[in-house]
């Protein structure tokens, strides 16, 4: 069931969307080669309990599986998502994809951001790129009238259309007063998936890209995925409330900013 955000519950959603975005800020300014994936999750996670909030992510169990240990998903390289923070140092020429989950006064947001660490190459740049501008493309689509499949249909034409494949294994999902809820958001053109789209929805979209085949496996943590031909990978997730007009994205700074850009900056 699909249930509409009132004007109280919506401005809960963007106490948490701000204060989301404001940890990866705090990431964005630091990430750099040597730096441990256990470290970007310690920062993330006190930052949050800082903030009043509770990490969404750490103890979530999935359907059929242990409970995630850790307060963020930082997957590397192949690893599509669900990447267990550890001592791993990040190095110089990876694509390094976080993610992460908050909840404040009972209301969830979620948000993924990919960062690449030193001097990248040009495949993994444009990957990274191509991915936040299909986010930019799904997002353009979650306005009243329209159907989620719109979504899909858009993130997919500008993936591919660029070169790249579309996970399809993981989608994005409704998002409220739990982490997931309905409906489901495929990256990918689903025709027979006609759920309208309306005021008061609240969605994470969150397009997942691999450079190579789609295809994926699941390693023996029961969490880490990864591309089945160990093609990189990207993702990027926003938050999303739709209006009577522009989508809002909650999952940005206080300013109205978006908190990756930090990090793009200092990368160019």
């Known amino acids: 069931m699909i249930r509409l955000k009132s004007p109280s519950e919506i401005q809960k959603m963007r106490r948490a969307g701000r204060r989301l975005a404001q940890a ?12 441990t ?26 359907s059929g599986t242990k409970p995630f240990p850790t307060a963020t998903c930082i997957s590397i390289n192949e690893a599509v998502v669900h990447g267990i923070p550890s001592a791993r140092r990040l190095e110089t020429g990876q694509i390094v994809g976080i993610d992460s989950g908050l909840e404040c006064e009972g209301w969830f947001a979620d948000m993924a951001a990919t960062f690449l660490i030193g001097k990248v190459d040009e495949e993994r740049r444009r990957l990274q ?4 501008e299909a986010l930019y493309q799904g997002i353009d689509q979650a306005r009243s ?48 998936a006609k ?17 190579g085949r789609w295809q994926i496996k699941t390693l023996s943590d029961g969490w880490t995925a990864v591309t089945q031909d160990g093609s990189p990978t990207a993702h990027f997730e926003h938050t999303v409330l739709v209006t ?19 990090a793009a900056r200092k990368q160019e």
Request: glycine share 12%; hydrophobic share 35%.
């Open 24 to 35: 990866f800020w705090k990431i964005a300014d630091i990430i750099e080669p040597g730096l």
């Open 37 to 62: 994936t256990a470290e970007i999750d310690r920062i993330i996670e006190d930052f949050i309990r800082s903030e009043g909030g509770r990490p969404a992510f750490k103890g979530y169990r999935g």
């Open 129 to 132: 790129r191509v991915t936040r």
């Open 145 to 192: 009238g329209r159907c989620i499949s719109d979504i899909g249909a858009a993130v997919q034409d500008w993936v591919e259309g660029n070169g790249f494949s579309i996970i399809r294994d993981l989608v994005g999902h409704g998002i409220g007063s739990d982490l997931h809820e309905d409906p489901p958001i495929p990256n990918y053109r689903t025709p027979g």
């Open 195 to 211: 759920v309208k789209i309306h005021p008061g929805m609240t969605l994470a979209i969150e397009p997942m890209v691999s450079a």
């Open 244 to 262: 009577d007009g522009e989508p809002e994205i909650l999952t940005l700074l206080p300013d109205g900013s978006d908190p990756w850009l930090l």
